[in-house]
């Protein structure tokens, strides 16, 4: 079992900054990659962007170039720096985790079934952002 809490979510103006964190404990080392992802009221969740074993880290379009998935070496914690925030970025954050190599194939591919290969999540963290 992998226990995941996210922090750090808020209220910014557009172009802001903000820094997700997501504390991480139980059997993380089992876990082949980290994931955030977010919801947003109405939509589906999405993948944002997600680290593997190895450090290799991918994005979802509308993050690259504005988000940065970082996670510490010993695994505990699980970062998201946003930066140029937009209103469209507007949601529910989760850290999710899984041990299987197929979720991240999954999550690579764009496929929008992968939220569902995810066992293990956080309860989530709000980040709105204003006009």
């Known amino acids: 079992e992998v226990q995941l809490a996210e922090s750090g979510g808020g209220s910014v103006q557009s172009g802001g900054s903000l820094r997700l964190s997501c504390a991480a404990s139980g059997s993380i080392w089992s876990t082949y990659c980290m994931a955030w992802f977010r919801q947003a009221s109405g939509k589906e969740r999405e993948g944002v962007a997600a680290i593997d074993t190895d450090g290799t880290t991918i994005y979802s379009e509308s993050a690259k170039g504005r988000f940065t998935i970082s996670q510490d070496s010993d695994k505990t914690m699980l970062y998201l720096q946003m930066t140029s925030l937009e209103p469209e970025d507007t949601a529910m954050y989760y850290c999710?985790?899984?041990?299987?190599?197929?979720?991240?194939?999954?999550?690579?591919?764009?496929?929008?079934?992968?939220?569902?290969?995810?066992?293990?999540w956080g309860q989530g963290t709000q980040v709105t952002v204003s006009s």
């Open positions: 999710a985790a899984d041990e299987a190599r197929s979720s991240w194939y999954a999550f690579r591919a764009g496929n929008p079934a992968t939220p569902q290969l995810f066992g293990y």
